[in-house]
């Protein structure tokens, strides 16, 4: 699997709310963008950063986003 990024979980019921929109865009419709992105990504645990423990970041409701090696 190829690490893509860390993200707040999307499967937390309170994930729309950390959508980020673009100028003009309503949350609706960044939920829905986002939704998007996300079809064929593989969710799993985050990614260690300089500043965040994987278990940090867990603690944080974030998860890694991934794809199958190309």
């Not at 190829?2 to 709310?17: Q, S, V």
């Not at 593989?42 to 974030?62: C, K, R």
């Amino acid at each position: 699997m190829k690490f893509l990024t860390n993200t707040f979980n999307p499967n937390n019921k309170d994930a729309r709310l950390y959508t980020v929109r673009e100028e003009n865009q309503t949350l609706d419709e960044a939920w829905k963008s986002y939704q998007r992105f996300l079809q064929g990504k593989i969710i799993g645990l985050p990614q260690a950063m300089s500043y965040h423990t994987v278990e940090e970041l867990v603690s944080m409701n974030m998860v890694g986003l991934y794809t199958e090696n190309e």
